[in-house]
C-alpha cells in the first residue's frame, strides 16, 4: 500500500484523469474530492460491497427455484384465462 501525506488543498493525480483532493480535515475525519472522468464509477467501499453480496446472492438464487415458481404460476395449455 503506498500511503501520501496530503495537507488540505494538496492533491494526488492517478492516470486516466483522476485526481483527488484533500478539502478538509478535523478531529471527525477528513473531506475528499474527487474528480474523475464519467465513465470511472466512485463509490465508497461500503457500497462497492454491498453490490458484491447483492450480485451474489443474485447468482445463488437462479439454481432452478425461480423457473419451478414460475411454472406454477403459468396457466397450463388445458386452462383459459376466465378459469385462473
Known sequence: MLVIRRRPGEAVVFSGGI??????????????G???PAEVT????????AQQANRL???????GRVLELLA???PT???TPSEI
Open 19 to 32: 485526481e483527488i483532493v484533500l478539502l478538509e480535515s478535523n478531529a471527525h475525519g477528513i473531506k475528499l
Open 42 to 49: 466512485v463509490l465508497r467501499k461500503e457500497i462497492h460491497l
Open 34 to 36: 474527487i474528480t474523475a
Open 57 to 63: 446472492a443474485a447468482g445463488t438464487a437462479y439454481d
Open 72 to 74: 406454477t404460476l403459468r
Open 77 to 79: 395449455s388445458r386452462e
